[in-house]
């Protein structure tokens, strides 16, 4: 089902009796969601228009790069949430914003691919998550190229265009497919930002390294990867992926297994069965991390 109006008129049948917390968000987080959503098929059609036409590039490190598409999905993003929710706290990937202590806090990331964006490789999103009261109760993740709209509200499931999201069934690593990142301090850290990588080759059956962590994640939610790591994420990076996984079925812990929090941090995320196993190889190459 292509994204056409990323907004539903009416909360799916039974989504109103839906609670988490025992208490009632799970109508309210659907409203919530909605807006997240169509914050980002606005973001996903910029990037659309503006792929492969050329764009100016900024650099904010050696490798690490801005684009003005990325500023221009920021603003759109920015304006679809506070037009609805100008007394919510915003953390942005492009623009730092003064906080008020909002018990409802967005992370946005405009443009997750940034370096495939600018060489015309085509995997890249934008994505959105809320946290309410310090837990993850919404995200949508976008890709514009295969119109694909990832998404979940806690408690209520992940979908795909609508449709229903479930992690693989792969018990072991040498059955799996895993996805994993590298940070942009990766030149002058090359030697300790390998070593998972290696390590992890040799027990997985194949290791992929696409480039979009919140894409990454939700290729994990769709069984289409059995997992995913990342040594440093930044918020935006991964708190709606990670929701979707959770909500298709998976896990999603820090790299000591411990529960992820708001902040920047390391991330494993799997179907839930191979999480143990993840987390265990990665320890074994660098206890002092894990
Ligand atoms: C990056 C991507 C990449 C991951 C990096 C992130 P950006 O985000 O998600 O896959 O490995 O750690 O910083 O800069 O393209 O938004
Ligand atoms: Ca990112
Ligand atoms: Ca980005």
Known sequence: MPVSDPRPAEPPPGRATIDAKGGSFGHVSWRYLAVATEAVVRAGRIQRERYASGVAIEYKGEIDLVTEVDRACEL????????????????????????????????????????N????????????????????VAGAVFDPLRDELFSAERG????????PL???????????????????DTHQRLEE????????????????????AALDLCYVAAGRADGFWEEILKPWDMHAGRLIVEEAGGKATRLD??????????????????????IEALREEKPALV
């Open 257 to 278: 297994g411990t529960p992820l929090g708001l902040g920047p941090d390391g991330v494993v995320a799997t179907n839930g069965l191979i999480q143990d196993a993840l």
């Open 76 to 115: 759109a993003i920015l304006e679809t949430i506070r037009g609805r929710y100008p007394e919510h706290d915003i953390v942005t990937e492009e623009t730092d914003l003064a906080r008020s202590g909002s018990r409802f806090v967005w992370f946005i990331d405009p443009l997750d691919g940034t370096v």
């Open 156 to 163: 209520a499931g992940a979908h795909l265009n609508g449709g």
């Open 117 to 136: 964006f600018a060489h015309s490789y085509p995997f890249f999103s934008a994505s959105v998550a809320l946290a309410m009261d310090g837990e993850i």
């Open 193 to 212: 930002r390998l070593r998972f990588f290696n390590r992890v080759m040799g027990l997985a059956r194949a290791v992929r390294r696409d480039g979009s």
């Open 166 to 184: 479930r992690v693989s069934g792969a018990r072991r690593l040498i059955e799996s497919l895993l996805i994993t990142g590298f940070p942009y």
